[in-house]
């Protein structure tokens, strides 16, 4: 974590990578965790790109600390069918954010995160 980040109590990251995230993680779940806490933040969100992979390891580390976790996914988005491959700029791919609120919202996250990893 650096020290330019903002210590407002009611501030609240909303957009982190940890190292479970495949192209640009550099947070550890722990640390994210234990600083948070330390800076008073009532919550912390992780959204890394494509999967949940961290999502039980952060939830057990944030509440741990009484801090609440916000388990997210950034995921990208395909014209038709995801099993097409169209060849784009590398900027003009479409990404969006994915949280969830209640039970049908998480199973909703949850299998759209999902469903690329299993083929066919």
């Given at each position: ?9 009611r ?39 494509g ?12 509440t ?57």
């Amino acid at each position: 974590m650096t020290e330019s980040m903002p210590s407002d109590p009611r501030f609240v990251h909303l957009h982190l990578h940890t190292d479970y995230s495949l192209l640009d993680g550099a947070c550890e779940i722990k640390q994210l965790a234990e600083e948070a806490a330390r800076r008073g933040m009532p919550a912390v969100a992780v959204t890394d790109h494509g999967n949940l992979f961290a999502a039980q390891n952060f939830y057990h580390e944030a509440t741990s600390r009484n801090v609440k976790p916000i388990i997210g996914c950034e995921v990208y988005v395909a014209k038709g069918s995801r099993m097409t491959v169209e060849r784009t700029r590398p900027r003009a791919i479409p990404m969006a954010g994915a949280a969830a609120m209640g039970a049908t919202g998480t199973r909703a996250r949850d299998r759209g995160a999902t469903m690329p990893w299993n083929p066919g």
